[in-house]
């Protein structure tokens, strides 16, 4: 079945860094679409970024342009999400999604806390 599994979340300072990643299995990876989204506490998920198939197309939300950059490899089946500068409000659980077929897969999601 399909499988989303992120990893790399964690405790950073303002200003710092973290690669955020999600291994894919139980579809064909390299022929879907795929974005990040997070949810902070008590606020509704948003989207925070998308790619193409190909990985030719990307797209972000305007409170992480400049600072984030989505990837994927699709011979690995893994999409990542490089996280620079980050900001307290970045403070949220990030998930992976893949629509499949009008069908949405969800990671559990990994927690990233932006904090001195």
């Known amino acids: 079945q399909v499988q989303l599994v992120e990893s790399g979340g964690g405790l950073v300072q303002p200003g710092g860094s973290l690669r955020l990643s999600c291994a894919a299995s139980?579809?064909?990876?390299?022929?879907?679409?795929m974005s990040w989204y997070r949810q902070a506490p008590g606020k509704e998920r948003e989207l925070v970024a998308a790619?193409?198939?190909?990985?030719?197309?990307?797209s972000y939300a305007d409170s992480v342009k400049g600072r984030f950059t989505i990837s994927r490899d699709n011979a690995a089946n893994t999409m990542s999400l490089q996280m620079n500068s980050l900001k307290p409000e970045d403070t949220a659980v990030y998930h992976c999604?893949?629509?499949?077929?009008?069908?949405?897969?969800w990671g559990q999601g990994t927690l990233v806390t932006v904090s001195s």
């Open positions: 139980g579809f064909t990876f390299r022929a879907y679409a």
């Open positions: 999604k893949a629509t499949i077929d009008l069908l949405a897969a």
């Open positions: 790619i193409s198939s190909s990985g030719g197309t990307r």
